[in-house]
């Protein structure tokens, strides 16, 4: 099936850095969906985006639709102690909407 | 608002028993599914819903059943519960094809 390449797997950084973590796939996706998990929580849906070459801001993350429409980024400003959890990257097919592929996410571990 | 309700939120099953894992969603959503997360794995689909009587498999199906008379709910059966079945396991729902996921708090199920 459809496999999401999410990297990196773990990230351990201090509060003020700036973070960066990607997407990749071997097919297509039409829409791009980026989510955070905290502990014992269900995801929660940061950015989404739908058209190649999107770029697309909440806060002080900010997501891009690769032009192939197989890849996707997303990166996270002067990171903070809240930002500590789980992200998800998700890719979506037109023509099966109802699905959606998720990477294995990346775990940002933030030092004050 | 209540969101996406899942109950419960905790469960031990011994081997070879069956039970449901109810999820409620009061947005009037049209999509929904169920999703399972393994320890340092993203979320794998199991079964899908575009719509009140329609539904459809995912990546890992076997062992469970869904239906969908409601469009407000989305029971996940355990038709005879394995170890391998222990997991986390989501509720999603989604207005449709351009818009993100609402995800309940989870299950987590262990099976004994």
Known sequence: ??????????MFI????????????????????WYKQDPGEGPV??????????????GRLTAQFGITRKDSFLNISASIPSDV???????????????????????LTVKP | NAGVTQTPKFQVLKTGQS????????MNHEYMSWYRQDPGMGLRLIHYSVGAGI????????????SRSTTEDFPLRLLSAAPSQTSVY???????????????????????
């Open chain 2, 55 to 66: 539904t459809d498999q995912g990546e890992v199906p076997n062992g469970y059943n869904v």
């Open chain 2, 19 to 26: 039970m449901t894992l109810q999820c409620a969603q009061d």
């Open chain 1, 1 to 10: 099936g459809q496999q999401l390449n999410q990297s990196p797997q773990s």
């Open chain 2, 90 to 112: 989501f509720c999603a729902s989604s207005h449709g094809q351009g818009y993100g996921y609402t995800f309940g708090s989870g299950t987590r199920l262990t099976v004994v």
């Open chain 1, 85 to 107: 959890g789980i992200y998800f990257c998700a890719g979506r097919r037109d023509t099966n909407a109802g699905k959606s592929t998720f990477g294995d996410g990346t775990t």
């Open chain 1, 14 to 33: 201090q509060e003020g850095e700036d973070v960066s973590m990607n997407c990749t796939s071997s097919s297509i996706f039409n829409t791009w969906l």
């Open chain 1, 45 to 58: 849906l940061l950015i989404a985006l739908y058209k190649a070459g999107e770029l697309t801001s909440n």
